[in-house]
């Protein structure tokens, strides 16, 4: 009787893991092995058919300096992307920790960037600032500055203040549920100790929410790594491809040049060089808070 209920309950498990099962290789599976196959493969859209090329695409693809361009502008864009809005994000988590008239109302205000498609808000941004009818250069030239938002000189600092705008409300959903959990007994204890507000926050709080910094991070990278829907939308990657990313050069390599052999090797580089840090990240978050518990 014992053996047939745990029988029944593999079964179970069985049954409710293979609609998750089926997802996975048919959604990240089958694609990923795809792609990593059309790597080493001298496929385009002029020769669809499959030939075996090993390494060329690699070779070609670490010889074009528009990929290196855009591996640097992505890296750099990321770094500075994701400080600044951890940063903003932790800033703003504290000031709605507090008891604030109209908070409800704030915090949907802050969270709206997030509700609306990455393109729809590419779209909006791109008629705002459109130096023909946009709002923002019609300000701009009111007040008596004369500045092109889309000239090399602006365009980039013009990309991660749209980023910032973006997807700060995103941290800072993450870290304000952090804060939500912070255990009160810990910065009372600190009052007694007569540690005051920003002691606490560095001593205490800090080290306490540091995997929900670590987390938010993280997830902000990953994101910002594969930066595509608004820089195209507003840029396509120009002037002189100072903006592409390497979501965008994948993209143009497959549907503008044709090659597919090429762009799936750039998406397998990338892949090959942020999947280590998933278990960085993982055991780090994992360490801190078994630290913190």
């Not at 670490?62 to 770094?79: E, H, K």
């Not at 909006?124 to 923002?136: E, H, P, Q, S």
């Not at 255990?183 to 560095?202: F, H, K, M, N």
């Not at 990278?221 to 840029?235: E, H, K, N, P, Q």
């Amino acid at each position: 009787m014992q053996s047939q209920a745990m029988r029944q309950r593999r079964w179970t498990a069985a049954l409710l893991a293979a609609p998750l099962l089926i997802f996975a290789v048919c959604f990240v599976a089958y694609p990923l092995v795809t792609g990593a196959l059309t790597a080493f493969q001298d496929k385009t859209v002029y020769s669809p058919e499959e030939t075996f090329s090993g390494l060329k695409n690699f070779g070609a693809l670490f010889g074009d300096g528009d990929f290196v361009q855009a591996v640097v502008f992505t890296v750099l864009y990321t770094v500075v992307v994701v400080a600044v809005e951890v940063v903003l994000g932790f800033g703003l988590a504290l000031l709605m920790h507090r008891v604030m008239p109209g908070k409800k109302l704030w915090f949907t205000l802050i969270l709206l960037p997030i509700m609306i498609a990455p393109a729809m808000l590419g779209v909006m941004f791109r008629l705002l600032l459109n130096g023909d009818i946009g709002a923002v250069p019609a300000i701009l030239e009111h007040l008596g500055v004369s500045v092109s938002l889309f000239s090399p000189g602006s365009v980039i600092p013009l990309l991660i203040v749209l980023d910032i705008l973006q997807w700060t409300p995103f941290t800072f959903l993450i870290i304000y549920a952090g804060l939500q959990s912070f255990p009160l007994e810990l910065s009372e204890a600190a009052a007694v100790d007569g540690a005051g507000y920003w002691r606490t926050l560095r001593s205490v709080v800090l080290p306490v929410i540091a995997p929900v910094f670590i987390a938010a991070m993280f997830l902000r990278m990953i994101d910002a790594l594969r930066t595509f829907d608004v820089i195209y939308v507003l840029t396509a990657g120009g002037p002189g491809g100072m903006t592409t990313t390497v979501s965008i050069y994948i993209y143009k390599t497959a549907f503008v040049s044709g090659d597919f052999g090429k762009a799936a090797a750039a998406a397998l580089v990338m892949l090959v060089c942020v999947l280590p840090l998933v278990p960085v990240i993982v055991k780090r978050i994992t360490q801190s808070g078994g630290r913190n518990a």
